[in-house]
T-cell receptor, first 115, second 112 residues
Framework: DMKVTQMPRYLIKRMGENVLLECGQDMSHETMYWYRQDPGLGLQLIYI???????SEGDIPKGYRVSRKKREHFSLILDSAKTNQTSVYFC??????????????FGSGTRLLVI | GDKVKQSPSALSLQEGTNSALRCNFSIAATTVQWFLQNPRGSLINLFY???GTKENGRLKSTFNSKESYSTLHIRDAQLEDSGTYFCAAEARWTGGADRLTFGKGTQLIIQP
């Protein structure tokens, strides 16, 4: 069963602590993404990774960094978490077919509370 | 303004009725995806569309790239159809892979 796995599912951190969110996929997809979801705002793109060590900022990268050392893993790091980073974080991966069209698969999300 | 605009933002339906959700795009969308976010928060893929129409059971979706919109029709709504429906458009970005831009969602409540 092809899937995107996120760990942990729930996380509580204090302001100023470092946070590591992990994402794995078993489909050998080249491209992976981190989104955050806030009430009334839909999903907003934080970072894209095109492959190992090939990352690009999305629409809201400030306060985040990412790491992709293996194709199947993509990590989101918050150095010194802030309360406004309380959110639900989704990881996704995608592949492009012969026609250049991408199909996306999302993980189940990580619910982060920063207090 | 919003690059992907969904309407309505919320909708309440009686079980057994039909509905249509809509997305309008102000970006040059190449493909569209529709997702259902269930009460547990998981995003379930419903449709992946190039321009054209797809049907799956009681759901039918159309993507018209020339007029920059997509619709999701739900026929004979059931209680388990409740949740938030998101459309997301993929558009070409300079210097990188295509990006998926989400609308803000339509919250659908099906009542018995």
């Amino acid at each position: 069963d092809m899937k995107v796995t996120q760990m942990p599912r729930y996380l509580i951190k204090r302001m100023g602590e470092n946070v590591l969110l992990e994402c794995g996929q078993d489909m050998s997809h080249e491209t992976m993404y981190w989104y955050r979801q806030d009430p009334g705002l839909g999903l907003q793109l934080i970072y894209i990774s095109y492959d190992v060590d090939s990352n690009s900022e999305g629409d809201i990268p400030k306060g985040y960094r990412v790491s992709r050392k293996k194709r199947e893993h993509f990590s989101l790091i918050l150095d010194s978490a802030k309360t406004n980073q309380t959110s639900v974080y989704f990881c996704a991966s995608s592949y492009q077919d012969y026609a250049g069209c991408s199909d996306y698969t999302f993980g189940s999300g990580t619910r982060l509370l920063v207090i | 303004g919003d690059k992907v605009k969904q309407s309505p933002s919320a909708l309440s339906l009686q079980e057994g009725t039909n509905s249509a959700l809509r997305c309008n795009f102000s970006i040059a969308a190449t493909t569209v995806q529709w997702f259902l976010q269930n009460p547990r928060g998981s995003l379930i893929n419903l449709f992946y569309l190039v321009p054209g129409t797809k049907e799956n059971g009681r759901l039918k979706s159309t993507f018209n790239s020339k007029e920059s919109y997509s619709t999701l029709h739900i026929r004979d709504a059931q209680l388990e159809d409740s949740g938030t429906y998101f459309c997301a458009a993929e558009a070409r970005w300079t210097g990188g892979a295509d990006r998926l831009t989400f609308g803000k969602g339509t919250q659908l409540i099906i009542q018995p």
